[in-house]
């Protein structure tokens, strides 16, 4: 079954007093009136950055600390690691290249990776079947290959690869299983189509048009990036154990240029917030794509749909699109109502919190729904 691994605390802070502080300063208490019936103190010593999308305008929480022992405070500038939102960004450049004609969904990735030509039932694989969790691999090899020690480098990857095998319940295109290696397979698939670095292609089609500029491929050194060092969070695990170094790679099981994990900020993600939304102007063509990747590709069950890495899923009248990640050190959500031009996104810097559940009863709360969401497709459990 999937599982949540995402964050409840983000707007934990505001009850009646904050709610006041809100308003005071011209933000519309009702949001804040919302947060403050919906979320828990789950995580008082961590920190969370929150952006809500509503009524046409943005408005952004934090609470906490970036860094408990450096006593840095969350700001909507802090940088977490997206997890598996992450999966998003190739799934837009994916339906960015569909519309623009130059891939379709339905190409064999092996027509774009030439070593996998050499392989089996690789060679089956497409584009949409990787970008809709339907490709049949692995969520990662080891569960394949269970003898294999440490990350997955690139030519162990590419042995992985030709040597997997479907079977009736590996079957490309006929079933949803959740799959890390499927996106980092297919990050290296548009590299290859594009050549161009996937790190280059995020920004050149996506993240630089959207002026995201802190949103970036791990590790957070060289390249101009160092300036980005600074502003991430401190990691903390479950317990609220420091995990890991701030920006670092932390818990991939894939090694190589296209393989890193994304951080970005909440300032950033409310860009993509509202361009997902449809409301960012001048950006049409890339909206375009952003809205063809949350349509459904393939029906799960009556209240579950998967989408390109998008997950649309029936909660009382309301139909919600959201993604949602987590690793031991970081849990993330990311939420639209695209009817009601609704969304909200949530950054933790704790593993392993509800935050499905949780932005998933703030957005039918502002959407004035109040049936239970349903509890499908949470699939960004620790990758």
């Known amino acids: 079954m999937r599982r949540v691994a995402a964050t409840a605390i983000a707007l934990v802070f505001i009850g009646a007093p904050a709610a006041r502080a ?3 300063s011209g933000v519309a208490p009702v949001v804040a009136d919302v947060v403050a019936q919906q979320v828990r103190a789950l995580m008082p010593d961590d920190g969370a950055a929150v952006a809500v999308r509503h009524d ?8 906490g600390a970036a860094d408990r022992a450096r006593n840095r405070p969350v700001t909507s500038d802090s940088l977490f690691n997206l997890a598996s939102i992450g999966k998003l960004f190739a799934s837009i450049l994916l339906a960015q290249a569909v519309k623009q004609d130059e891939l379709r969904l339905d190409d064999p990735i092996a027509k774009s990776i030439t070593e996998l030509q050499q392989g089996g039932d690789i060679r089956r694989v497409t584009y949409g079947e990787l970008a809709s969790h339907t490709s049949g691999l692995p969520r990662v090899p080891e569960q394949y290959e ?8 690139p030519p162990d990857f590419t042995r992985f690869l030709n040597s997997w095998k479907a079977d009736p319940q590996h079957e490309p295109g006929r079933q949803d299983i959740y799959s890390n290696a499927a996106f980092v397979l297919l990050r290296v698939a548009l590299a290859r189509r594009f050549a161009t670095p996937f790190a280059t292609l995020m920004e050149q089609r996506l993240t630089g048009p959207l002026g995201m500029t802190s949103t970036v491929l791990a590790p957070l050194t060289g390249n101009g990036k160092d300036r980005l060092l600074a502003a991430a969070v401190q990691g903390y695990g479950p317990m609220g154990r420091p995990v890991g170094q701030p920006g670092e790679d932390s818990g991939n099981a894939f090694t190589g240029d296209d393989a890193g994990q994304i951080f970005s900020s909440a300032r950033d993600m409310a860009i993509f917030l509202t361009a997902n939304l449809g409301e960012l102007p ?4 890339l909206q375009a794509a952003m809205a063809f990747a949350q349509q459904g590709v393939f029906k799960v069950n009556d209240h579950f749909t998967q989408g390109l890495a998008w997950q649309i899923v029936s909660a009382g009248k309301l139909t919600i699109v959201d993604k949602n990640g987590g690793l031991q050190n970081t849990s993330t959500y990311i939420g639209l109502v695209p009817q009601r031009k609704l969304g909200i996104v949530i950054l933790a810097n704790r593993g392993r919190q509800p935050a499905t ?8 709360a502002l959407a004035e729904e109040p049936s239970a969401p349903v509890g499908e497709g949470d699939g960004g459990e620790p990758d």
């Open 22 to 24: 809100q308003a005071a």
């Open 56 to 63: 046409g305008k943005t408005e952004f929480y934090n609470v």
């Open 146 to 153: 269970r003898w294999h020690k440490g990350p997955y480098a």
């Open 282 to 285: 001048g950006h049409q063509p």
């Open 357 to 364: 559940k949780v932005g998933r009863a703030i957005l039918q």
